[in-house]
């Protein structure tokens, strides 16, 4: 098996696991906030478009004859899901800055799977890959956004380094 396809499949096998525990944590970040939030109805938008990633991710592994790893789904799984409920204690400021961090790691991800796409000359793969950074790169405009102004910002971003 040539490098760039073991490696494509290793960061789809991420992915996959990995927007299974973003889609959960957004599930619980927008059912913690107060009814009638400004946020809510971006973070509901952000939750739907991760499961379709994750439908996507899966679409292509079985293309390139893999599969989800099953123990990394289930760790991600439960931390998608601890996540989710943190929010509820965790006040407004630090899930909306903790998905913006990451959401800037995803859309680095889609592009390196995008590139090694190109290499094996899959085309439409390379679109779909780039379509989802371009996606993610979204996400992350709409948390950067969100906590813009917030007086935990400038303190946090000198430990955490975003935004
Ligand atoms: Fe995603
Ligand atoms: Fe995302």
Request: charged share 30%.
């Amino acid at each position: 098996m040539s490098n760039a396809r073991q490696n494509l499949i290793r960061i789809l096998q991420n992915a996959h696991a990995g927007e299974l525990a973003a889609a959960f944590a957004y599930r619980g970040h927008w059912k913690s906030l107060k009814s009638g939030a400004a946020e809510c109805e971006g973070i509901k938008k952000i939750e739907r478009e991760e499961w379709e990633h994750r439908e996507n991710v899966a679409r292509w592994l079985v293309k390139l004859d893999a599969q989800p790893r099953p123990l990394r789904e289930k760790m991600f799984w439960t931390i998608g899901k601890t996540i989710g409920l943190a929010c509820y204690v965790s006040g407004w400021f630090f899930p909306m800055y903790f998905a913006g961090r990451l959401e800037s790691k995803n859309v680095q991800e889609y592009v390196d799977a995008a590139e090694y796409a190109k290499e094996l000359e899959m085309k439409e793969c390379f679109d779909e890959m780039m379509e989802m950074s371009r996606v993610e790169g979204e996400h992350e405009i709409f948390f950067s956004q969100t906590v813009a102004t917030h007086r935990l910002l400038p303190l946090t971003r000198r430990f955490f380094h975003w935004s």
